[in-house]
């Protein structure tokens, strides 16, 4: 899978691009600093409307435009609003990385309080599933891209 990275690790600031044309569209602050690089899944829309979200679990260096290929490593099920919007948890191709428990209560703590400085944003988390959900979460949730537009690919 292709992941596209909207959100540096360590950046407190939230960029949003548009998922079809990866063009950037617009910034907004958050409460807490991204501890992950962050993005979505090329070709993918999830139950919110958007493509799905992804965090990708590396030490490596990763910018944002960056366009890494990426195994899901698992899925963390999310509710934003009430809407579905989970979460896909993957490591770049190259690397080997396990979801320990200190990667998970870090993504927890950050999805918990990412968006405290917005009254009456609700963030309900679920079950944390394995690699084999993931994969079938993201099939379920692939798009064709609409006719005449291309995607970009790494």
């Known amino acids: 899978m292709q992941v596209f990275v909207e959100n540096e690790a360590g950046s407190s600031v939230k960029h949003l691009y548009d998922r079809h044309t990866l ?14 690089p962050y993005g979505f899944v090329i070709g993918t829309v999830g139950g919110d409307g958007d493509a ?21 490593l698992g899925l963390l099920e999310q509710v934003e609003d009430g809407e579905t919007d989970h979460k896909v948890l993957a490591t770049p191709v ?18 918990r309080g990412v968006f405290a400085h917005l009254p009456g944003k609700t963030i309900q988390l679920g079950r944390l599933l394995g690699p084999a959900e993931a994969a079938a979460y993201l ?15 790494s």
Do not use: K, M
Request: glycine content about 2%; proline content about 9%; some cysteine.
């Open 94 to 111: 190259h690397e080997q990385r396990v979801l320990d428990a200190a990667t998970i209560t870090n993504l927890e703590t950050f999805i």
């Open 23 to 36: 063009t950037f569209v617009n910034t907004t602050s958050v409460s807490l600093p991204y501890p992950y």
């Open 139 to 153: 099939a379920a949730c692939r798009e064709e891209p609409p006719a005449g537009t291309d995607r970009l690919h």
């Open 52 to 72: 799905v979200d992804c965090f990708v679990l590396t030490e490596s260096p990763v910018s944002r435009e960056d366009t890494i290929s990426c195994i899901p």
